[in-house]
């Protein structure tokens, strides 16, 4: 089995700006949707796309005592402070004073599709998404705190998430989409319209002789297309690589990926 490969799980949305894509053959369209996404997901700072995932659930630790609520006792005459047995919320949503069930999941949350409980379907109005990352349950069971890792999902004493992560593509994002990929599959097809690049210095039209303003390719690529470089200065206007991110080394897992 081969590592994963850093990329978007699925081709954006486009939105289609010129007679090219319309007409192209569907193998050489969907080649091109490929590239045009892998860019403009780098591009972005790869914080754009949707991925569907099915996960088998770990059990999680309650709050730790020294996150207790806390209390003076009074113990032979001398005041002291103890911690009390009352913990307000179980995990990492600790707001309120009563116990939620609940798993975390990788966020953002986009939805869920389904949850399996011993090989049958829970229904949806059994649990409900709290702050695009909390699965809470919602019917006055909650979740299993054990499963059976060497039995199929679909088999008693196992319970399984299938849910979407990630934030969907903006409208921006797809107009941006359907402009490059114009461009690049103008590369492809003979006698297409060719737009001059806005970066060009000046051209030696019978010596086919063209100069460009700067070396930069991702500077000539925001110039050469207005809508890239809108959507770009909107979404990413500081050229993050990537979105910010905090890890907690010692975090419990939230459960084992079911597939590739």
Known sequence: MAAPVLRPCEPWPYEACCDEL??????????????????????????????????????????????????????????????MAVRCGCGPNNCGCTTICQLALPGPVAGITEVVLDGVILDPSAYRVD????????????????????????????WEVTFTQGRPVPNLGERA?????????????????????RNVANITRQGVTINFRGTDSTNALI?????????????????????SRIYRADAPPYGRRVGT
């Open 131 to 158: 702050e695009f990352r909390y699965l809470v349950r919602i019917d006055g069971e909650c979740w299993p705190a054990c499963q059976d890792f060497n039995a199929e999902s679909d088999q008693p004493g196992t």
């Open 223 to 243: 110039e050469f297309i207005p809508e890239i470089a809108l959507f770009l200065r909107v979404y990413n206007p500081s050229g993050l690589v990537t979105q």
């Open 22 to 83: 319309g007409t192209a053959d569907p193998v050489l369209l969907a080649s091109i949707q490929t590239a045009a996404t892998e860019a403009l997901w780098a591009l972005s700072a790869r914080r754009f796309g949707l991925c569907t995932h099915r996960v088998r659930p770990c059990r999680q630790r309650c709050m730790p005592l020294q996150f207790a609520h806390f209390s003076p006792l009074h113990l032979a005459g001398w005041d002291a402070w103890a911690p």
């Open 177 to 197: 989409m359907g402009a490059l990929m114009c461009e690049l599959i103008k590369l492809c097809v003979r006698d297409a319209s060719c737009v001059l690049p």
